[in-house]
């Protein structure tokens, strides 16, 4: 059978006032809005609003103000030492560990990467390139073969439980010329006995000697004003010698003689109320630079434990006239102080007239200080 079908029923007529179907209408808050998909403008507020937080947000340019202040002052701190005030021996103080002012450069890099600052990685550009400046020199091995002598210093330790066993660790480091410093009067005896069969040639000075395997001759005493004040003219000759600490003397070589000097400066103090006191070393410093300014022998040497390095304004007078073996032929900074963690040279090699051809640092011996040697030619 056949279904007819119903007709479809009539719709309502169209009110003109009525919503559209399928919106509805919720409370007060909601009014004007047409649902979760609706993309009509959004409150005026809003996108003020949403601009106020993103001007206030700080941008990589602003992160990270107080680093890239840090960066700036480490690389003038570097590059204006040299100003900085002596007063309590500051600058001093500052010039004889300031390699180490490079430790804060990864220090201040880290944390420029955490707080994503471009300011601070970009002002950290001055202390790199101060410090590559200063002393990326001594990051490579400049040291040569040759080598007409070779000279070895070493601050033995006044206290150095083992002399003989020092002795003998020195007498076989092959040295034509070997300086000690620091000596008293009941080691001298164990150095003599220790060395005698490798060094034909010996002079002990009050608290410094030398021992050559070539002649030597011209020896004396070297007055660095060791002792000082109104008290020093009336100590007798004896007393002054058993406390000198700088001799002089020439070795004959097959090539012509040199000049060799041995010292040892006064030692420096962190005190309390003065700071960082230097006085007896930069006496020490200023009365050997005048002998060196008068010392005729146009081929000279230095050897000896100067308490401070060569980047010392203390040292201007002699760094002025004879430079350091280390910088000139050897692999780093050679530090030699103490010996158990070295931070820093205060044992030198310096030269006038001669070529550095290369200059290392060797084991300990039982002393706080490392032995330091050199090759040099002309």
Known sequence: MWSTPSAPKA???????????????????????????????????????????????????????VLAALALLLGLVMLLHARITDRGSLG??????????????????????????????????????????????????????????????????????????????LAACGADVLALEE???????????????AYRYHTVQGTVGLWSKLPL????????????????????????????????????????????????????????????????????????????AAEPNRRVVLLGDLNGTTDDRAFDAITSRLRSAQEAAGDGFGFTWPARFPVARIDQILVRGVQPRSSWVLPSTGSDHLPVAARISW
């Open 92 to 169: 001093s103080l500052v010039e004889s560990f300031l390699p180490w002012f490079g430790v804060f450069v990864p220090v201040l890099l880290a944390g420029a990467l955490w707080r994503r600052s471009a300011s601070a990685v970009t002002a950290l550009l001055l202390p790199v390139v101060v410090w590559l400046n200063l002393f990326g020199g001594l990051l490579g091995d400049k040291s040569r073969p040759g080598g007409d002598l070779t000279v070895v210093s070493h601050n033995v330790d006044a206290g150095n439980p083992d002399p003989a066993g020092t002795a003998r660790e």
């Open 217 to 292: 001759s011209d020896t004396r005493p070297v007055d660095i004003e060791t002792d000082y004040g109104p008290l020093a003219a009336t100590k007798p000759a004896d007393v002054k010698l058993a406390g000198n600490r700088a001799l002089r003397t020439t070795v004959t070589t097959a090539k012509g003689p040199v000049a060799v000097y041995v010292a040892h400066f006064g030692s420096v103090r962190v005190l309390p109320r003065s700071g960082f006191w230097t006085g007896s070393r930069d006496r020490n410093a200023k009365a050997l630079g005048k002998a060196l």
């Open 183 to 197: 000596l008293t009067p009941q080691a001298v005896g164990a150095y003599d006995k220790g060395l005698a069969k």
């Open 11 to 65: 719709s309502p007529p169209h009110d003109p006032s009525a919503p559209p179907s399928g919106v509805e209408y919720g409370d007060a808050e909601t009014a004007g809005r047409t649902g979760p998909h609706d993309t009509g403008p959004a409150a005026p507020g809003a996108g003020i609003r949403r601009a106020v937080r993103a001007l206030a947000r700080p941008g990589p340019w602003r992160r990270g103000s």
